[in-house]
């Protein structure tokens, strides 16, 4: 109740004679014009769905013109696993202006309104899967995921493992399946409950799919989601490490005598021999937005204190020159008028924080003091985030 209240307070901004604000839930079916105009790709019953499921406890940002939606951008809520910790993170989506509005900074004021919102909300972070990497940079967002996608090759279909479509009783056991398989292996992912399977089940179900649930005797050892239209596309093929051979034959199987190609996208589980024409995409693109809360989230390998300075064009109370401790149990955080180490833009140390190695251009920032300290700050960097509204 705590985030809806935050999020809607209906502010209002004028510019030029705009009103940019956030909507009332009862006004979010208001933006469905300016979806359905702007993502043509998407069905009318993915869109169904969208609005019948997303928009009952998200937020939407728009620039307004009279009853008129000229842009918007939809955040979207998730529990998002950080580490060792679970995070509300506002995933933004629906990104979108009339063509005619375009380019006249609607979304840039957006946008901002969207940062000073999560920001009073105590969010340490929030993300989008960009359509152009090169918009989002403007707003300091670093790409930290990449998706790799491939087409299945002719393969056997036989094997010793089941299959089924998952029902509402399957959710409890899928949802700790997940959690434990995904957690071994991952810093940053969407928590899996069951209310999560329900959604993507009705989300894959839109597109004309599901969710499978992959079986050895009555031993559940993986899943994965599927839609259909002019191919079938998989999504997050999740197994057991002994299984990363067999579930390639499981798929086969269950689309045995489909003429259409299976693209396969996010298989990390499987082994990438199986796959053709594989490409890599830049899938997520992540940003700082409470500088106080991140840190917080935030281990070393042995103990580090390190003076930044930090600069954000968006977020004015991440601006200023602070004193971090870190070890592996507690982090200290404050303001300080010492003489920063290094200095930051707050892009910059959010790549420091969720690159597995450090990016070239701190490098370049520091001497090889410092640099040892920035390396001992645990990272952020395997992620597993495959959810697109």
């Known amino acids: 109740m705590e985030e809806k ?21 009862k006004e979010h079916n208001i933006t469905r014009p300016l979806w359905e105009t702007t993502f043509e790709e998407d069905s009318k019953e993915f869109i169904d769905y969208y609005y019948n499921n ?43 202006t009339l063509e005619e509005y375009r380019r006249k900074g609607f979304m840039r004021s957006i946008l901002a309104a969207c940062f000073e919102q999560m920001y009073k909300n105590k969010e340490p972070f929030t993300y989008l899967m960009p359509a152009k990497e090169e918009y989002y940079t403007a707003f300091d967002f670093v790409t930290v995921y990449y998706q790799k996608s491939g087409i299945l090759l002719e393969t056997s279909d036989e094997t010793e493992l089941t299959f089924k479509n998952a029902s509402e009783e399957d959710f409890k056991y899928l949802a700790w399946f997940s959690e434990e398989v995904l957690s071994e292996k991952y810093k940053v992912f969407v928590n899996r409950e069951e209310s999560y399977y329900q959604m ?98 935030l281990k070393a390998s042995e103990p580090v204190k390190l003076i930044l300075q930090i600069e954000d064009q968006f977020i004015e109370q991440n601006n200023g020159i602070f004193e971090l401790y870190i070890d592996d149990n507690s982090t200290e955080f404050e303001r300080t008028s010492a003489e920063p180490e290094i200095k ?3 892009s910059e140390f959010t790549a420091l924080c969720f690159y597995e190695i450090l990016p070239k251009g701190i490098e370049e920032k520091a001497n090889e003091y410092v640099i040892n300290k920035l390396n001992k700050v645990s990272k952020f960097h395997s992620i597993f985030l495959n959810e697109f509204v």
């Not at 209240?5 to 839930?25: A, T």
């Not at 951008?73 to 910790?85: E, K, V």
């Open 344 to 346: 930051l833009s707050i």
């Open 200 to 297: 993507i089940k009705a989300q894959y179900e839109a597109e004309h799919g599901g969710i499978i649930c992959v079986y050895h005797s009555d031993l559940l050892v993986g899943y994965f989601f599927y839609g259909e239209y002019e191919a079938i596309e998989i999504m997050e093929p999740v197994c057991l490490d002994t299984y990363r051979d067999e579930l390639v034959h499981v798929i086969a199987k269950k689309f045995k005598g489909c003429e259409k190609q299976i693209r396969v996208t996010a298989f990390d589980f499987l082994n990438e021999d199986a796959f053709k024409n594989i490409t890599t995409k830049p899938t997520v693109m992540t940003r700082i937005v409470s500088l106080d809360m991140f840190v917080k989230y």
């Open 54 to 96: 997303k928009v009952t406890d998200n937020s939407i940002w728009v620039a307004k013109e009279g009853d008129l939606i000229l842009s918007m951008a939809q955040l979207n809520p998730y529990q998002i696993h950080l580490g060792l910790s679970i995070v509300l993170a506002h995933y933004i989506v629906g990104v979108a």
């Open 5 to 25: 209240m935050l999020f809607k307070n209906n502010k209002k901004k004028k510019e030029d004679g705009k009103q940019i604000q956030s909507l009332s839930y």
